[in-house]
T-cell receptor
Framework: GAVVSQHPSWVICKSGTSVKIECRSL??????MFWYRQFPKQSLMLMAT?????????EQGVEKDKFLINHASLTLSTLTVTSAHPEDSSFYIC???????????FGPGTRLTVT | GESVGLHLPTLSVQEGDNSIINCAYS??????FIWYKQESGKGPQFIID?????DKRQGQRVTVLLNKTVKHLSLQIAATQPGDSAVYFC?????????????FGGGTRLMVKP
């Protein structure tokens, strides 16, 4: 079955530093990947749609200069949280859409803790 | 469903009983719906989906019912097991759309008592 990986699975960083999270589709190609954020006991909130070879589309209220997205290949999208603050601590989940079937597959998530 | 997620309702059932988890969606143009299971610290796991041209779909131990008139979706789990304990989310989208975006509902926590 289709597999999406995320790296790292968890990260702790100091306030003011930047953190990069990778999302990879392991056995399929994805022109579109999605980045979600999930706070404790809450649902998944779409942050942005990542498109291979073009700029990401951000949801209302999500700062594009703070959450940098790069979708440089058909199997990799990265989310960089710049100048992280404690309120950015959350569970970040990506999904990748198989360009042939249009099915969407989720990664295992990355737990970010900013101290 | 709106992704407001400010409150996570809990459904507690006895092992072996049937579970019914409900979801209300808001977009009458949505024509594709998915149920996901999320265990603690993990990403969502696909359970079952249904298109708007159907009102019922069955899988292994799971059934999804769709009532477009009242914009309501339900997930029925037969003979609930301890391994079914998780948070369940419904998601909707308009298929196919330009981005294939999913909108998630608020989620329901299912607790199975042995």
């Amino acid at each position: 079955g289709a597999v999406v990986s995320q790296h790292p699975s968890w990260v702790i960083c100091k306030s003011g530093t930047s953190v990069k999270i990778e999302c990879r589709s392991l056995d399929f190609q994805a022109t579109t990947m999605f980045w979600y954020r999930q706070f404790p006991k809450q649902s998944l909130m779409l942050m942005a749609t990542s498109n291979e070879g073009s700029k990401a589309t951000y949801e209302q209220g999500v700062e594009k200069d703070k959450f940098l997205i790069n979708h440089a290949s058909l199997t990799l999208s990265t989310l960089t949280v710049t100048s992280a603050h404690p309120e950015d601590s959350s569970f970040y989940i990506c999904s990748a859409m198989d360009m042939s079937s249009h099915e969407q597959y989720f990664g295992p998530g990355t737990r970010l803790t900013v101290t | 469903g709106e992704s407001v997620g400010l409150h996570l309702p809990t459904l507690s059932v006895q092992e072996g009983d049937n579970s019914i988890i409900n979801c209300a969606y808001s977009n009458s143009a949505s024509d594709y719906f998915i149920w996901y299971k999320q265990e603690s610290g993990k990403g969502p796991q696909f359970i079952i989906d249904i298109r708007s041209n159907m009102d019922k779909r069955q899988g292994q131990r799971v059934t999804v019912l769709l009532n477009k008139t009242v914009k309501h979706l339900s997930l029925q789990i037969a003979a609930t097991q301890p391994g079914d304990s998780a948070v369940y989310f419904c998601a909707e989208n308009i298929f196919p759309n330009a981005g294939n975006m999913l909108t998630f509902g608020g989620g329901t926590r299912l607790m199975v008592k042995p």
